[in-house]
T-cell receptor, first 112, second 114 residues
Framework: DSGVTQTPKHLITATGQRVTLRCSPR?????VYWYQQSLDQGLQFLIQ???????AKGNILERFSAQQFPDLHSELNLSSLELGDSALYFC???????????FGSGTRLTVV | GDSVTQMEGPVTLSEEAFLTINCTYT??????LFWYVQYPGEGLQLLLK?????DKGSNKGFEATYRKETTSFHLEKGSVQVSDSAVYFC?????????????FGSGTRLQVQP
């Protein structure tokens, strides 16, 4: 157990729907990062939050949004889903010193 | 922008063979460099890291040396085991920019046969 918890582990939904992925960072970590892993695109950075504030944005679509709550857990919202959004979504956390990321085990999203 | 290039996989080796997975990078400054490993069905785990030129990161028999002159961070292991079969990702993080997100390479799948 890495200490980073992601739920759900698997999600199957239809095109056009909206889903929410949840991440609880490792205890003490203030930064949360979201990544999308697909076969053709590799690991793509989506967005970073630090202590509730958005810190950096990567290749995140406008249909996607995220937030980090006061208890530091984070949610990634994916809407108007398309078949191409099917992927593994990873959350990672890091501490202030940044000794590297700690990854969760991911949420596998399948859009049908 | 920053980028990381890894050798294409899969790399298929016999047990006890020598492993090299090449990684080169492009960055505007002097990044920190990382290797992560992903076992089937799991998230990525930090394998080793190096934060400045000529640093050598090592862990579980794996090693990588930060070579600034060749902008490389090749992963090596002297004798691989079947349990090393996984996908290996090279990554970098720019320092002194306030941006903490890692940039990953495309990953290299290693298959070790008994």
């Amino acid at each position: 157990d890495s200490g980073v918890t992601q739920t759900p582990k698997h999600l199957i939904t239809a095109t056009g729907q909206r889903v929410t992925l949840r991440c609880s960072p490792r205890s003490g970590d203030l930064s949360v990062y979201w990544y999308q892993q697909s076969l053709d695109q590799g690991l793509q950075f989506l967005i970073q939050y630090y202590n509730g504030e958005e810190r950096a944005k990567g290749n995140i679509l406008e249909r996607f949004s995220a937030q980090q709550f006061p208890d530091l857990h984070s949610e990634l919202n994916l809407s108007s889903l398309e078949l191409g959004d099917s992927a593994l979504y990873f959350c990672a956390s890091s501490d202030r010193v940044f000794d590297g990321y700690t990854f969760g085990s991911g949420t596998r999203l399948t859009v049908v | 922008g920053d980028s990381v290039t890894q050798m294409e996989g899969p790399v298929t080796l016999s047990e006890e063979a020598f492993l090299t997975i090449n990684c080169t990078y492009t960055a505007t400054g002097y990044p920190s460099l990382f290797w992560y490993v992903q076992y089937p069905g799991e998230g990525l785990q930090l394998l080793l890291k190096a934060t400045k030129a000529d640093d050598k990161g090592s862990n579980k028999g794996f090693e990588a040396t930060y070579r600034k002159e060749t902008t490389s961070f090749h992963l090596e292991k002297g004798s691989v085991q079947v349990s090393d079969s996984a996908v290996y990702f090279c990554a970098l993080r720019e320092k002194d920019t306030g941006r903490r997100a890692l940039t990953f390479g495309s990953g290299t799948r290693l298959q070790v046969q008994p």
